[in-house]
């Protein structure tokens, strides 16, 4: 488990430290905000569009495979980042970067189901969720230490070390899994590629203003029929590359739907609240940065109890009580006025955190434990596709509010979040129901 955790680490810390590192790479590199921007944009999008190929990859050559080839290339792609001297070099070396974290992530969930026995895989689903907790609260402290002492190319280099001796760890402990005896359809990865590319680079471009809305239209609809002819030749599949046939189960259906609402509400939030607390609450950017600690540090200390739960208490009732906290505390903060204390935020934050913990790792731990497993694979695939396809909904409402309302945009983003949290919660409480049936 150390070595998925590892791994898991320095991936999502990656995302965190570049962006901390943007306006130092665009002072160096001698090029617009704007520009820098694909700094970040090439590393996601490459994790968004090879997360549900890789994960079918992994159940035809082994997870375990894909998980070494990934961290290896993550390894590789840092150090080219390090060493690199032009946008154009580090947008490359990005890509590569994200192509190896989409082999980790796309495999982690499948490797935590081979790691722990049904019995206990809400605690390995728990302890999982804690370490992004703790890399999503840590990376902006690390970027700063580490900025602090050195240029951004370290930031990319310390991957390196890590990563290697991480390798010769994995190689070592790294669980073998059943294989499938089928070859992976590379048409349906390509396809599947267009799909989920053409949503998120559309709904990137939907974000930028009235004047680029024909072009996002053009690749949204591109991606939407690159989408519909990908269900058309995987609809009768026994193990199609997007996992249709684990979606008709009912209760791994619904917890999609739940994880998406729920992460939709989270980045509404967190894109959001820097906003609310600096104009409205007259914070400064360290303030701002320290009173956002608390939703991580919450989700990080409830996380491993919730998954733990889960292994005698369905997720249902877990995660539409963890979501139902999470709508109270975001509703709380949107009542917080001017003269809030540093204390009246950080106690409406660590409620957000609290509930988002109680309902993060029994939703994952009934998506990979509701799924047959010969296909923990595509389970885990779906479980960071939702998470993702959650961020960038959010995402894309905090922008469209921002950009058509003028006034208050802060508290209606807000507001929204906590309909989406009401909305994830429903959908947790009817999987009593399909329960039931099953």
């Given at each position: 488990m150390a070595a998925i955790a590892i791994a898991v680490t320095m991936a999502v810390l990656?995302?965190?430290?570049?962006?901390?590192?943007?306006?130092?790479?665009?002072?160096?590199?001698?090029?617009?905000?704007?520009?820098?921007?694909?700094?970040?944009?090439?590393?996601?999008?490459?994790?968004?569009?090879?997360?549900?190929?890789?994960?079918?990859?992994?159940?035809?050559?082994?997870?375990?495979?894909?998980?070494?080839?990934?961290?290896g290339l993550f390894t590789l792609g840092s150090l080219a980042c390090a060493l690199s001297g032009s946008l154009q070099a580090l947008v490359v070396s990005r890509i590569a970067q994200g192509v190896g974290a989409a082999g980790v992530m796309a495999v982690n969930g499948a490797l935590v189901r081979f790691t722990f026995p049904q019995a206990s895989l809400g605690r390995g689903v728990g302890f999982n969720a804690l370490?992004?907790?703790?890399?999503?609260?840590?990376?902006?402290?690390?970027a700063s230490g580490i900025l602090a002492i050195g240029p951004w190319q370290w930031l990319f280099a310390v991957n390196v070390p890590i990563g290697l001796v991480n390798i010769v760890f994995a190689?070592?402990?790294?669980p073998w899994s059943t294989l499938s005896d089928r070859s992976l359809d590379w048409l349906s990865a390509?396809?599947?590629?267009?799909?989920?590319?053409?949503?998120?680079?559309?709904?990137?471009?939907?974000?930028?203003?009235?004047?680029?809305?024909?072009?996002?239209?053009?690749?949204?609809?591109?991606g939407v029929l690159a989408g519909v002819a990908?269900?058309?030749?995987?609809?009768?599949?026994?193990?199609?590359?997007?996992?249709?046939?684990?979606?008709?189960?009912?209760?791994?259906?619904?917890?999609?739907?739940?994880?998406?609402?729920?992460?939709?509400?989270?980045?509404?939030?967190?894109?959001?609240?820097?906003?609310?607390?600096?104009s409205v609450l007259h914070r400064d950017q360290v303030q701002t940065g320290l009173l956002m600690t608390p939703w991580p540090v919450g989700v990080g200390l409830v996380a491993p109890f919730a998954g733990r739960l889960a292994d005698r208490i369905p997720a249902a009732i877990l995660g539409s009580a963890g979501l139902l906290v999470l709508a109270i505390g975001l509703g709380l903060l949107s009542l917080l006025s001017a003269d809030a204390s540093a204390l009246d935020i950080v106690w409406r934050m660590a409620v957000c955190g609290l509930g988002f913990g109680f309902f993060q790792a029994p939703n994952n731990r009934t998506m990979l434990?509701?799924?047959p497993r010969e296909r923990a694979g595509a389970a885990g695939g779906m479980l960071?596709?939702?998470?993702?396809?959650?961020?960038?909904?959010?995402?894309?409402?905090?922008?469209?509010?921002?950009?058509?309302?003028?006034?208050?945009?802060?508290?209606?983003?807000?507001?929204?979040?906590v309909v989406l949290a009401v909305g994830g919660g429903l959908a947790s409480l009817s999987r009593l129901r399909a329960r039931a049936a099953a």
């Amino acid at each position: 488990m150390a070595a998925i955790a590892i791994a898991v680490t320095m991936a999502v810390l990656d995302s965190a430290v570049a962006n901390i590192a943007l306006p130092s790479i665009a002072r160096h590199l001698g090029i617009a905000p704007a520009e820098s921007v694909w700094v970040i944009n090439a590393y996601q999008l490459a994790i968004v569009v090879l997360l549900l190929p890789l994960a079918a990859l992994g159940e035809r050559v082994g997870y375990r495979r894909v998980y070494l080839a990934g961290l290896g290339l993550f390894t590789l792609g840092s150090l080219a980042c390090a060493l690199s001297g032009s946008l154009q070099a580090l947008v490359v070396s990005r890509i590569a970067q994200g192509v190896g974290a989409a082999g980790v992530m796309a495999v982690n969930g499948a490797l935590v189901r081979f790691t722990f026995p049904q019995a206990s895989l809400g605690r390995g689903v728990g302890f999982n969720a804690l370490v992004v907790s703790v890399a999503g609260a840590i990376g902006p402290t690390v970027a700063s230490g580490i900025l602090a002492i050195g240029p951004w190319q370290w930031l990319f280099a310390v991957n390196v070390p890590i990563g290697l001796v991480n390798i010769v760890f994995a190689a070592r402990v790294l669980p073998w899994s059943t294989l499938s005896d089928r070859s992976l359809d590379w048409l349906s990865a390509g396809l599947s590629a267009l799909t989920f590319g053409l949503f998120f680079i559309g709904v990137d471009t939907l974000t930028h203003g009235a004047n680029q809305g024909a072009l996002a239209a053009a690749e949204l609809v591109v991606g939407v029929l690159a989408g519909v002819a990908l269900f058309v030749r995987e609809r009768h599949e026994t193990r199609p590359l997007i996992p249709i046939d684990l979606l008709r189960i009912p209760i791994f259906g619904l917890s999609v739907a739940t994880s998406i609402c729920s992460f939709a509400a989270y980045m509404l939030a967190f894109l959001a609240l820097p906003f609310w607390f600096q104009s409205v609450l007259h914070r400064d950017q360290v303030q701002t940065g320290l009173l956002m600690t608390p939703w991580p540090v919450g989700v990080g200390l409830v996380a491993p109890f919730a998954g733990r739960l889960a292994d005698r208490i369905p997720a249902a009732i877990l995660g539409s009580a963890g979501l139902l906290v999470l709508a109270i505390g975001l509703g709380l903060l949107s009542l917080l006025s001017a003269d809030a204390s540093a204390l009246d935020i950080v106690w409406r934050m660590a409620v957000c955190g609290l509930g988002f913990g109680f309902f993060q790792a029994p939703n994952n731990r009934t998506m990979l434990g509701s799924a047959p497993r010969e296909r923990a694979g595509a389970a885990g695939g779906m479980l960071a596709t939702a998470r993702l396809t959650g961020m960038t909904g959010g995402a894309t409402i905090a922008a469209l509010v921002f950009r058509t309302i003028a006034q208050d945009a802060e508290h209606v983003c807000l507001l929204i979040a906590v309909v989406l949290a009401v909305g994830g919660g429903l959908a947790s409480l009817s999987r009593l129901r399909a329960r039931a049936a099953a």
